[in-house]
Nanobody, 128 residues
């Protein structure tokens, strides 16, 4: 399975950006897809995820109310709408996915170690 990530860029604080991700290469599979991010000098952190089969969504507290994840189970795609961006959102964002769609706990789906597939990172820069 390969994850193709799109989007990112630079924006001023208060602005918006959209990221998208597509899982390719494995037919008849369903995924949990999401994003992690890593800022310079910091550890990777969970941002958001969606179970494409059930529709369950998961958000980090730092992005709740500002970021919205959506997905299309038939197309194995996910999109992240990021509004009201802050300088602290600046990071490289990584799309990730796993097949364990029946594990629906927040604890499970917010751990990077649970994700088997990773896309290339896309940079998001928010200037003040």
């Amino acid at each position: 399975v390969q994850l193709q990530a799109y989007g990112g860029g630079s924006v001023q604080a208060g602005g918006f950006l959209r990221l998208s991700c597509a899982a390719c290469g494995r037919a008849s599979s369903s995924y949990v897809m999401g994003w992690f991010r890593q800022a310079p000098g910091k550890e990777r952190e969970f941002v958001t995820a969606i179970n494409l089969s059930s529709g369950n969504t998961y958000y980090a507290d730092s992005v709740k109310g500002r970021f919205t994840i959506s997905g299309d189970n038939a197309k194995n795609t996910a999109a992240l709408q990021m509004n009201s961006l802050k300088p602290e959102d600046t990071a490289v964002y990584y799309c990730a996915a796993h097949n364990n769609i029946f594990y629906r706990s927040t604890a499970f789906n917010t751990q990077g170690s649970r994700y088997s597939y990773w896309g290339q990172g896309t940079e998001v820069t928010v200037s003040s």
